[in-house]
C-alpha cells in the first residue's frame, strides 16, 4: 500500500458549478445534475533515490477517498491520456503511464471525459508537474521557475468521477487584461458580477480564459485567481502576449513564471463529447526563424516575409503568432487518439486569423495551415483573443489579407473571437457600476462569451457585462451630420500632437441628437444601424417602420475584400461614446499627481486634459448591419424595431424612437422665449 503525505486538502462539499441551462431563446437542452464538485488536491509527487531519470512514469487514479494519495483499495485509471508536451500515451489497465524525459517539460494528466482533476483553493485545476532540472536560466522580474532537480520517481495523477457532462455552459473570458489592482477591481464589479448576479441554474460549468489574463504584472496572478474563483468552476488560463516574462531571452523561458504561478503553457482536457486544446501561439522574443517561416508559398513570401521583419530588425524584443514545433507534435499524437467523433476546440490567444488586424502578420497565426491539416476532416472550433474585437467566422468566410499573411483563403471550421472583458483596455468614461465603459474596437461592450454544449454541438452568445441579459445589439442612426462630425474628429485625431490645437474641434455637445431627421438629412443618405455583437454571415436582420419592412445589410460580406473604413461605416453608438471622454478631465487638489486624469497601460497617463478621443475607435467593422432610411419617412414619431435571427434561430429585438422634422429644434433651454415676458405682479 502507498503512504505518503497527501498535498491536497479535502473539503468533503459537493458544490455543483455545473449550469442549469434556462429555457429561453438561448438554452441548449435540459440540464443533467451537478458537473464539477469542490474536489482539492494536487497531484502526488514521490522521490526515491535511484530512480530513472529518462523517463516520467506514474499512475492516474481513481481518488475514492480524495485525500489526494493512491490507497490500497483505489484502482487506477486506464485508457487516460498523459503527455510531455510533445509525446502523448494512454494508460495502461492499472492506471500506469511512462514517458520520456524531456529537459524542459510539464507532464500532465488530460482531464478524460467523465471525471475531474483537482484544483486549488481558488478552482485552478492542478494537473501538471513543472519539471525544468536547473530552473530558469536567468532571474526574471515576477521568479521565473525554481530548479526542480531530478525528475520524481513516481508523478500520480488523482481523478474523481464526475456527474453526466453532456450539457454544459463554458464562459470564455477574451482579455481580461487587468495592469494594476484597480483594474482587477474593475473586472471583478463587471464580467465577474455579471455572471454572478445571474440566476445559479446559469453558472458556468467552466471558465476559459484565451490570454491577456493579466497586463504584464504577473504578480497579480494570485489575486486575480482568486477573484476568478468566486465563479466555483474550474478556471483554465491561456497563455497571451501579456502574461510573459518580458526579461526572458528565448521563447523556451518565456512562461516561467505563470508556469509557477498557474500552471503549463499549452495543455488539454475534455468534458463530454468536446476536446479543448490550449495552444500558447505567442512566440518571444520571436526570431529569424518567424522571418523566413520556410512553409510560406513563394507566391507571397516575400510580403510575409516583410511583415515579420520586426522580429529582427527592432531594437526592442517583440512577440509573434506561431505554433510551435512541439506543440504541433503534441496535438498531432493527441488527436491520434482521441475519438474522431469529438468536437476539437482550439483555445489560444492570437487568433489564427482576424478581420480587424487582417494585414498583420503578428496578430495572426504563421503556420495555421498546417493546423488545419492535423484537423481535416474533424468537426473544430477555434476560441482566441487578443484583438479586442468580437469576430464570428463562418466556415468559408474570407478577408483580404489572410491568404498573403498565413496562407489561407477561407476558414474550413468556425472562428470565434471572444472579445474582451476589459473591453478596450478600460478606457472610456464610468458606466453606473464605476467601471469604465470601453467599448471594443468594433464598438462591442466589455463581456464575455457564453457556449453552451449539447453533446458536440454548441450555442454561442456573446454577453456585454453589465448591460442587460437580454441585450446583443447596439442601435443607433448614421445621419450626414454625425459623418461630418465624426470626419472632424478623426482628421484631428490622426494629426500629430505638436501640429494641432490640444483642444478637439467638436465634442459630443456638438453633435445634434442623431434621432431628429430633417427632410433633408434623409435626401442624403440617413442609415439605421445595428451592432449585432456575435453576429456572422449567417444572422439575419430587418428593422420594421409601421408598415415597412426593410432588409438590412451587412457592411461586410467576409467574401475576400478588405476592411472598409471610415464615418460611413462606423457605429454611430460606440463612435460617439469613444470620440468625447470627459474622463480625461479629472482632476483634484489631492496632490497625488497619478490620480490626475486617469492611468492604463502599464501606468501611461491620459489628462488632465479637455475631453478627448480615447485610442480606439469603432471606424470599421465585421458585424455591423445597416439599412438606408426612406427618403420619404413622413414627418412625426415613429418607432423602429430592429429583429435580428442569428444561425441557430434565435430572435433578439431592438427598439428605437425617431423623429422626422422639418428643422433641428433648438437642443438647450429656450431662454430667449422665457426671458421674453417677465414675471409680473400675481393677478387677483
Known amino acids: 500500500m502507498r503512504r505518503t503525505l497527501a498535498l491536497g486538502l479535502v473539503t468533503g462539499a459537493l458544490l455543483a458549478a455545473c449550469e442549469t441551462v434556462p429555457a429561453d431563446s438561448a438554452s441548449v437542452s435540459a440540464p443533467r445534475g451537478p458537473l464539477f464538485s469542490d474536489y482539492q488536491g494536487t497531484p502526488e509527487i514521490m522521490r526515491r533515490s535511484g530512480a530513472p531519470s529518462d523517463e516520467a512514469r506514474g499512475t492516474v487514479f481513481d481518488d475514492q477517498n480524495r485525500n489526494g494519495t493512491q490507497d490500497e483499495d483505489e484502482p487506477g485509471v486506464r485508457g487516460v491520456k498523459v503527455s510531455n508536451g510533445r509525446e502523448v500515451v494512454l494508460t495502461g489497465a492499472d492506471g500506469s503511464y511512462s514517458l520520456p524525459a524531456r529537459d524542459d517539460m510539464a507532464v500532465f494528466v488530460i482531464q478524460p ?20 532540472p536547473s530552473g530558469s536560466p536567468k532571474p526574471l522580474r515576477y521568479g521565473g521557475l525554481p530548479a526542480t532537480g531530478p525528475l520524481p520517481s513516481e508523478i500520480n495523477f488523482p481523478l474523481i468521477r464526475t456527474g453526466t457532462s453532456d450539457n454544459y455552459r463554458c464562459a470564455i473570458l477574451g482579455d481580461t487584461q487587468t495592469y494594476a489592482n484597480q483594474e482587477i477591481g474593475y473586472f471583478r464589479d463587471s464580467t465577474v458580477d455579471d455572471i454572478l448576479d445571474r440566476p445559479e441554474a446559469e453558472h458556468p460549468a467552466c471558465i476559459v480564459a484565451v490570454g491577456d489574463v493579466m497586463g504584464d504584472d504577473l504578480g497579480l496572478i494570485p489575486r486575480m485567481a482568486e477573484v476568478i474563483g468566486t465563479l466555483r468552476a474550474p478556471q483554465w488560463w491561456i497563455h497571451g502576449n501579456h502574461d510573459l516574462d518580458f526579461d526572458a531571452d528565448y521563447d523556451e523561458d518565456s512562461a516561467d513564471s505563470w508556469r509557477r504561478l498557474w500552471g503549463p503553457n499549452y495543455y488539454a482536457f475534455e468534458i463530454g463529447d468536446v476536446l479543448f486544446i490550449a495552444l500558447d501561439n505567442v512566440v518571444y522574443p520571436c526570431t529569424q526563424e518567424d522571418v523566413a517561416y520556410e512553409a510560406w508559398p513563394v507566391k507571397w513570401f516575400d510580403e510575409a516575409q516583410m511583415a515579420r521583419r520586426f522580429c529582427t530588425d527592432d531594437k526592442n524584443k517583440r512577440y509573434n503568432g506561431r505554433i510551435t514545433t512541439d506543440q504541433m507534435a503534441f496535438v498531432e499524437n493527441l488527436l491520434a487518439l482521441t475519438d474522431e467523433n469529438k468536437l476539437v476546440v482550439y483555445a489560444h490567444h492570437i487568433p489564427f486569423v482576424t478581420f480587424f488586424d487582417q494585414t498583420a502578420g503578428a496578430h495572426q497565426t504563421d503556420n495555421v495551415r498546417e493546423l488545419y ?4 476532416g474533424r468537426e473544430a472550433l477555434s476560441l482566441s483573443g487578443h484583438t479586442h474585437t468580437t469576430e464570428n467566422f463562418a466556415p468559408g468566410d474570407s478577408f483580404e489579407g489572410w491568404e498573403k499573411m498565413v496562407g489561407v483563403e477561407s476558414l474550413p471550421f468556425r472562428h470565434i473571437i471572444a472579445g474582451a472583458a476589459s473591453g478596450a483596455w478600460y478606457n472610456g468614461d464610468f458606466d453606473h457600476h464605476g467601471v469604465p465603459m470601453a467599448l471594443q474596437r468594433m464598438g462591442a461592450p466589455r463581456g464575455w462569451l457564453s457556449l453552451d454544449f449539447d453533446g458536440a454541438t454548441y450555442k454561442e452568445r456573446y454577453i456585454g457585462s453589465n448591460v442587460g441579459r437580454e441585450r446583443s445589439m447596439w442601435v443607433s442612426v448614421n ?9 472632424q474628429i478623426m482628421a484631428w485625431r490622426d494629426t500629430p500632437r505638436n501640429r494641432r490645437d490640444p483642444v478637439p474641434p467638436l465634442s459630443i455637445n456638438d453633435l445634434p441628437d442623431v434621432k431628429i431627421l430633417t427632410p433633408r438629412d434623409l435626401s442624403r443618405g440617413t442609415f439605421l444601424t445595428a451592432n449585432i455583437w456575435d453576429g456572422s454571415t449567417e444572422t439575419r436582420a430587418e428593422v420594421i417602420i409601421g408598415e415597412r419592412t426593410i432588409t438590412m445589410e451587412r457592411t461586410q460580406e467576409a467574401q475576400g475584400e478588405a476592411a472598409r473604413i471610415g464615418a460611413e461605416w462606423a457605429d454611430p453608438f460606440a463612435a460617439q461614446r469613444q470620440l468625447s471622454v470627459a474622463r480625461y478631465a479629472l482632476e483634484s487638489r489631492s496632490g497625488i499627481e497619478r490620480n490626475q486624469g486617469w492611468e492604463a497601460y502599464k501606468g501611461n497617463r491620459f489628462g488632465p486634459s479637455t475631453p478627448q478621443p480615447q485610442g480606439s475607435v469603432a471606424d470599421r467593422n465585421s458585424h455591423l448591419w445597416r439599412a438606408r432610411l426612406p ?12 429583429r435580428a435571427t442569428d444561425r441557430h434561430g434565435r430572435v433578439t429585438e431592438d427598439t428605437t424612437v425617431l423623429e422626422v422634422r422639418d428643422i433641428q429644434p433648438p437642443a438647450r433651454f429656450r431662454n430667449d422665449v422665457f426671458e421674453a415676458v417677465e414675471n409680473g405682479p400675481p393677478v387677483r
Open 113 to 132: 471525459s467523465g471525471y475531474q482533476v483537482p484544483h486549488n483553493q481558488n478552482w485552478v485545476p492542478q494537473f501538471a508537474y513543472q519539471h525544468k
Open 373 to 376: 491539416a492535423l484537423t481535416e
Open 479 to 487: 445621419t450626414p451630420i454625425f459623418r461630418s462630425w465624426y470626419t
Open 631 to 642: 427618403d420619404d419617412l413622413p414627418q412625426g414619431v415613429h418607432v423602429a424595431r430592429v
